[in-house]
T-cell receptor, first 112, second 111 residues
Framework: QKEVEQNSGPLSVPEGAIASLNCTYSDRGSQSFFWYRQYSGKSPELIMFIYSNGDKEDGRFTAQLNKASQYVSLLIRDSQPSDSATYLCAVRATGTASKLTFGTGTRLQVTL | SQTIHQWPATLVQPVGSPLSLECTVEGTSNPNLYWYRQAAGRGLQLLFYSVGIGQISSEVPQNLSASRPQDRQFILSSKKLLLSDSGFYLC??????????FGPGTRLTVT
């Protein structure tokens, strides 16, 4: 069973701090890694994706991938109350018609 | 730009009634399409995916079915709903980097 694991949270960080969200996956054949944000009652929105080991930055967001450790993370700098949401990690294995396996998400709360 | 539509937005149906949810995509051709269900407080469960017209793959055995009568149309159906079918149903399509984009979803409550 291919699994994607996330701590359900809630992860509470003060406004302006860095939020660090983590995800581990079991399938070593995984090729692509995605982070989504889901506000309560809404559909998931793509934040960013990463394919290669290392860091990828997009605005206040940085995705980090370590394939050897089967670990992917998302850093949110200068966290804002509007960042309060559930963050979903998703993983794609090779040759799977672009099917993604999702974690159950980490709930982030940014406090004033 | 690409847009994905789902309807209805909300639905309340009695147990044993039929179901039809529709998803359409604009601005792209021959997309891979997906149906997911998200139960309250749970993760996304892939139900069906399609790589082309008439091509449907089922991920979990259940009383749901899917069809793709046109390139950019994906339909989720059931002949008889169960209480366990309640949830948030999401349609998605795949972009060029294998990323998926979700529609606004249909919230189904089976009573």
């Amino acid at each position: 069973q291919k699994e994607v694991e996330q701590n359900s949270g809630p992860l509470s960080v003060p406004e302006g701090a860095i939020a660090s969200l983590n995800c581990t996956y079991s399938d070593r054949g995984s090729q692509s890694f995605f982070w989504y944000r889901q506000y309560s009652g809404k559909s998931p929105e793509l934040i960013m994706f990463i394919y290669s080991n290392g860091d990828k930055e997009d605005g206040r967001f940085t995705a980090q991938l370590n394939k050897a450790s089967q670990y992917v993370s998302l850093l949110i700098r200068d966290s804002q109350p509007s960042d309060s949401a559930t963050y979903l990690c998703a993983v794609r294995a090779t040759g799977t018609a672009s099917k993604l396996t999702f974690g159950t998400g980490t709930r982030l709360q940014v406090t004033l | 730009s690409q847009t994905i539509h789902q309807w209805p937005a909300t639905l309340v149906q009695p147990v044993g009634s039929p179901l039809s949810l529709e998803c359409t995509v604009e601005g792209t051709s021959n997309p891979n399409l997906y149906w997911y269900r998200q139960a309250a407080g749970r993760g996304l469960q892939l139900l069906f995916y399609s790589v082309g017209i008439g091509q449907i793959s089922s991920e979990v055995p259940q009383n749901l079915s899917a069809s793709r009568p046109q390139d950019r149309q994906f339909i989720l159906s059931s002949k008889k709903l169960l209480l366990s079918d309640s949830g948030f149903y999401l349609c998605a399509w795949t972009g060029g980097a294998h990323e998926q984009y979700f529609g606004p979803g249909t919230r189904l409550t089976v009573t």
